[in-house]
């Protein structure tokens, strides 16, 4: 474990300077990450926002036939007040949001979502399904069980369902960086960013046959700050499915990470362990707010932290050899 | 870290029982992956072939249209012997496989595959890329370097192109188990895991528009498994990216797990702490052998492993409301 | 242009014998269909539903930054019912259903959804989303025009989103074959069918790196069909995403096709023309009814006719040599 | 049908000012397409090169389990000059060119590349498959026939395989449009358009979870094409799955497209009727050339075709309100 930072982070969430902990192994990950965290501290900040949270759990029945099941479809799309009912009498913490149906054949995905509080909520959406389950087997007697889990969901498994229909925080994090911040502590500039962007995030995600990615290493921040903060560091899967927006404005750059999928917890599995408290204390998460206050500081800090390195590390591969020096360096 | 198993494993490389490892917050994972290391021991054990075994890097360079890109792909095409000597030169350990282009309009995209050794191999095979393309640079001077990394490569991101051209151990494990033991130990029965099988992992993943992949939860006991052996555990995101086989033959189950991409190393960054030499010496990774075989140990005992996990989860799911009494009970 | 069937159709939308022409350019495809028209004449025919029926368009805009963009998403999402408003002015035919939001950085995708009677409905939801445009861009002076459409429609173009979000008729046609008109007409059993389905739909397609897609070929009836009832049949591209369904039941056969962007209608461009007004006139859809009710009578044929087709490929591949054989005699 | 044109079109396969047909239904893509033409004539043309060609069938086999699968895998690897005589005995105009695996536990994947001179080559390499097939089933007793069609091929169908490992002509098309001509025809600027490109192609296509496609229409220049030289226009699915470049390079705009699975042959199925073959001499395809020219000049024309589509639609959709007057114009 190492801290990094502080990152100077701002927006209608978290207005603070944070040192954040990131656990890996990959040493390399720690003076790269910084180096955008002192970007930040130069640059006014990174401001960041949640546009969407939500926790899913597809349950999946099957019916005789396709008729049977769009009967079924039909009259469930009706009850939905009463599918509401069952799911929100299994917390008081969770609120539900809403269902979606798919068909194919006989087999019936329903897929609930929900807003789970602090909690990254699989276990919360878990039973709401479950119940639900339960209440449509005895409502629609001519539909039998499969799965309380029908990958619909989908948990910690690409797919393109968890950024269309959402899963976990969509949290975007943005910063205007004066090029000459770019070129001292970046060593580079504005254009050669936005450029290796478009070439190595998008074309280069698109032809090695991505689905909803365009970054060149979420995965690595999410992971060291997952472990870190006691996340289920699995869901780095859904994580690592995001987007990089650069962009020259000016004499300045633009740089801009969207994370649909960010599933942490303040709550919940994996939060007791000493390490875990203090980290999340530093992280300000641990203090008393509205539910749901401190799960969403941590999405904000988390996807930060990404911006912090994946600026970083892009910054690095626009100068020729920089990165290879950089490894022998560090992992000596 | 808990320990599971042992699980009993054969085939050419590991011909043993095996106990295992886990780190992970989720704590029904391990008496879960561990009622299906006892089926291991039930069923005559879980036979694990590697059918491939390569760790790749692609460099991304440009040319000034695409005219030109095409004249120099003929041209490199033609000399990759040279390539491969340039590679060859950088590493004792690792050896030149073979090389892939890709052109979007003026890039070039030229993806480098090498075999590692014990390493999991991104610092072999990166430092390999860079000596080729700093070649390439000089041999085709109407190129520009725009990065060592072009996301063609693909590090822990999804990706299709990890999986047809190969990128970490190709492993394959495989059991049958006796209906009987399927009934006492998993509480089903083969027809329904075979029926859960296709329902959930197949067409479930297809309707959340996954990718490459066909399975319930790989990413949770690579984790765990990454984790506990000083691994670059970002590489689940690739390593999640597997599929399942169900088969019923006769009385008995036929279940197999085929994980195209495992990336692990039993040298290399994250090994030389004591808890992962502790683990890599219990699972038989720190012997004398020939290059290379202490990491396809590994790599078979990570996919051995997977298959207990899913096994157990998938049976565990046949049956209505196990999952979430277990989940109840044991995070308490 | 030749002319298959009688297929037999039951359900709530269609209860016919329908003789169906395909244009095709492939000459084996047509004997083949025709097979699997006959075994529809003797098992009880196709049962037919359409669970789900809209035609999308995504807008594209943007604000600053993605600070901005999140105020307006907040603001838009409170104005449901003004956007709805907006799109209903632009139609009589057309009605609103739902819109959906995605925001990658400072932009912002805005995808309305409509129901368009007999229509595909490709301009008549372009319509409503360029009103829609112009008024938000009215609204919310911040936001800056990009794109009428934002590819997140998605027309003609590989996606997950229209089977998720839905686009184009969603129909599910399925039939029961006993195994004795199995055996007869199709020179094979239930029990390989499936198998091979599994096999070769589900696991083929799914390591090719396919995309919600497991058939043989329903781009081929699709076409044929598109072509010659006066569709835009580049539309095969999203129609040719959906899933066969078999499943061996007592002694018979459980066939289903589900395909989620059947892109169809009886008016609109390419209906004029003598064929195509005759071939929809023997269709059955070109007599009075209820709006929407001829296009969904055209997309319950065309599913109907993928089915036959499905059925007769899957069951001729069954068998050793005789794909090759038909091929070779009918395409001399 | 219509002709649009002249494109002209400039590289080592075409140097020529050519008329192109394209049928459609969709009456505005006509002049749409015929403005990117004229725009070529005024801009020293497209240049068009392509970068491989291939056509690929492959078949599937069991083991009993995935152990024997690999031992075979091993086997036929080392045997791939007696699958290259095998395949090459099947014809007289094919050429072997690679073959490639793929495991899922006890399946056998087998991919069978030909270069197949003008044909498109579908039946060519279905014939060589099925020769390979029989074969491999005689060497290896212990394997059992699935089907001589696995889709790993894959046919009319979304993949990422055919991208990765090549389908068809891999055809990429370029040209410099002078800032003057952008502003007197497009009626826009490279800027715009550069910018349209990045944030609808890119950004809403990775959005929408597409898969290897960053493109506004490139199926509808296809199908039209396709239908009017006597293709077999199902191949637009793969088709469709291309990519769009646009820089801003000075005042200029360079632009091109990548169309890696370009599927269409001067021979074969669907050429003797009459306007095809009228279609196919105006096009130059009739002309005595090497084997392989006339279906190489098909296919540069094909893109150029689509060069001229795209750039034409994203230049409109730079300018809020013009598609829809289009539509509205020409479709009355």
Redesign the interface.
């Known amino acids: 474990m190492q801290f990094i930072g502080p990152i100077k982070i701002t ?1 209608p969430i978290v207005n603070d300077e944070i040192v954040v902990p990131l656990a890996t ?3 390399p990950l720690w003076p790269s990450t910084d180096r955008g965290a002192r970007v930040s501290m130069q640059s006014g900040g990174i ?1 960041a ?1 949640i ?1 969407d949270e939500r926790m899913a759990r ?1 349950v ?1 029945v ?1 019916a005789p ?3 049977t ?2 009967q079924v ?1 039909t009259c469930l799309s009706a009850r939905k007040h009463d599918i509401e009912r069952v799911a929100q009498e299994t917390s008081r913490f969770a609120k539900f949001l809403d269902i979606h149906f ?6 019936l ?1 329903i897929r609930l979502e929900m807003k789970t509080g602090d909690a990254a909520g699989h ?1 919360m959406v ?2 709401a399904a ?1 119940a639900v ?2 209440w449509i087997l005895q409502e629609c007697p001519e539909l039998s ?21 959402g899963r976990g925080k ?1 949290v ?3 910063m205007t960086v004066p090029g000459k911040i770019c070129r001292r502590y970046l060593k580079t500039t504005p254009a050669r960013i936005v ?2 962007n ?20 979420f ?2 921040m ?2 060291g700050f997952y ?1 870190a903060t ?5 869901n ?2 859904e994580g ?2 995001g ?1 990089v ?1 650069a962009q020259v404005r000016g004499q300045d750059l ?1 740089f ?3 994370l649909p999928n960010v599933i942490v917890g303040t709550v919940g ?2 939060k007791g ?1 000493a390490f875990v408290e203090e980290n999340l204390a530093k992280l300000g998460c641990r203090e008393e707010r509205q539910p749901g206050e401190n799960g969403r500081r941590l999405a904000v800090i988390a996807a930060a932290t990404v911006l912090c390195g994946e600026l970083s590390l892009l910054s690095a ?2 100068n ?2 920089e ?2 020096r950089a ?1 022998e360096r560090l ?1 000596r």
């Open positions: 927006g192994l990959e040493s401001h926002v546009v597809s999946l099957e036939d396709a008729k099941a769009a479809l798919q068909i194919v054949a006989n087999l995905f276990n878990t039973k479950d389950l339960h069980y499969v799965s309380v889990s029908g990958n619909y969901c989908s948990d910690k498994k690409v797919s393109a369902v968890n950024g269309i229909l969509n975007i994090a943005e450029d290796l478009i070439k190595k995030n998008l074309y280069g995600s698109i032809i090695a046959g991505g689905l909803r990615s365009a970054n060149a290493h995965a690595n999410l992971l472990l006691g996340q289920d560091a699995a780095i899967i690592s499915q987007f927006t633009y801009a990470v969207t599995a994996g362990l591969l626009t020729p050899g990165l290879m490894h992992e």
